[in-house]
């Protein structure tokens, strides 16, 4: 019965390549958020998703940041070109529904991106 | 103004010593979170609240819906309950899916 998993745990890119992180809820739980960290502050809400659905992205950067949760599979948050202001902590939750009722939040332990 | 305030900002404290930990908000909520960020930084969901008291073993959360105000209280502290503790709020009057967060409160007990 594991809990959010994600991974990698510690990703080190350079400046310009591509990074993804990967979240896999908890088994029975269909929706999805993820959460940015930057070193020294507090948690920034990113995006909320639902199997194949995105359904609120106002956290997320205009650019170069997309998200998505496939029907089968993790959900991915994928940032293209990074620079050195998108090293952060990257945290995922899950809860079993959404919305209002999503008062049952399962985090991950994060996924730490340093960019060179 | 951030919409989520926390007090203190870092607070020591001697072994079994009761600790409270405040959080103040500024807009109208369905439900607060009271989270624990541990050294690693993983995160674990502590509370959920939206009217009254919880308490699960030495911790206690409460909530005033009126003040918009809540603490978190730890009885008989222990050095493993050195962690961040971050209040967070699901707000009524944005998307029912997204938390804002308070700044955490960095908690060391001392043995």
């Known amino acids: 019965n594991a809990g959010v998993m994600q991974n990698p745990r510690h990703l080190v890119r350079r400046r310009g390549q591509e990074a993804r992180l990967r979240c896999s809820p908890v088994?029975?739980?269909?929706?999805v958020y993820w959460y940015r960290q930057l070193p020294e502050e507090g948690l920034k809400f990113m995006v909320y998703?639902?199997?194949?659905?995105?359904?609120?992205e106002s956290g997320m950067p205009k650019e170069r940041f997309s998200a998505e949760f496939p029907k089968e599979g993790p959900s991915i948050l994928r940032i293209q070109q990074v620079v050195r202001g998108d090293s952060a902590a990257y945290f995922c939750?899950?809860?079993?529904?959404?919305?209002?009722?999503?008062?049952?939040?399962?985090f991950g332990a994060g996924s730490r991106l340093t960019v060179l | 103004k951030n919409e989520v305030e926390q007090s203190p900002q870092n607070l020591t404290a001697q072994e079994g010593e009761f600790i409270t930990i405040n959080c103040s908000y500024s807009?109208?909520?369905?439900?607060l979170h009271w989270l624990q960020q541990h050294p690693g930084g993983g995160i674990v969901s502590l509370f959920m609240?939206?009217?009254g008291k919880k308490k699960h073993g030495r911790l206690i959360a409460t909530i005033n819906i009126q003040e918009k105000h809540s603490s978190l209280h730890i009885t008989a502290s222990h050095p493993r309950d050195s962690a961040v503790y971050i209040c967070?709020?699901?707000?009524?009057?944005?998307?029912?899916?997204?938390?804002?967060f308070g700044e955490g409160t960095q908690l060391t007990v001392n043995p």
């Open positions: 939750a899950s809860s079993p529904i959404g919305g209002f009722g999503a008062n049952v939040l399962t």
């Open positions: 088994k029975g739980h269909s929706h």
């Open positions: 998703l639902q199997k194949e659905n995105i359904i609120d």
């Open positions: 807009v109208g909520i369905s439900a």
């Open positions: 609240l939206s009217s």
């Open positions: 967070a709020v699901r707000s009524g009057e944005t998307s029912g899916s997204r938390l804002t």
